[in-house]
């Protein structure tokens, strides 16, 4: 695989933390506080650049950031559990799809 681009790293990151962040033995609030924690370098996109047109420094995770972060943690996870159960990945992306209701 490629080397992932430092952007593309920070996305992951933050998609990491804000799954982490939940926890079931803490409140509601509690767990709202760390998911807006966890998604704080989330910026709006008015943010992304600044006035000579730069991508500002604090705003370096976009949406596609965000989707080809989520596509390599989701391919890793999906590879690793298929091979965990013996299976291969359309079965587990199978389930995946049920639980989304999409199957």
Request: negative net charge.
């Given at each position: 695989m490629a080397a992932m681009p430092e952007s593309g790293r920070l996305a992951a990151s933050v998609l990491l933390d804000a799954v982490v962040s939940q926890s079931p033995e803490k409140s509601e609030d509690e767990n709202r506080l760390a998911l807006d924690l966890a998604l704080a370098l989330l910026v709006e996109p008015d943010d992304l650049e600044t006035d000579d047109?730069?991508?500002?420094?604090?705003?370096?995770?976009?949406?596609?950031?965000?989707?080809?972060?989520?596509?390599?943690?989701?391919?890793?996870?999906?590879?690793?559990?298929?091979?965990?159960?013996?299976?291969?990945?359309?079965?587990?992306?199978?389930e995946l799809r049920s639980f989304i209701g999409t199957a």
């Open positions: 047109g730069e991508r500002h420094p604090d705003s370096i995770i976009d949406a596609s950031d965000l989707v080809g972060a989520s596509i390599v943690l989701t391919s890793w996870l999906i590879s690793r559990l298929a091979e965990a159960r013996q299976t291969d990945v359309a079965e587990v992306a199978g």
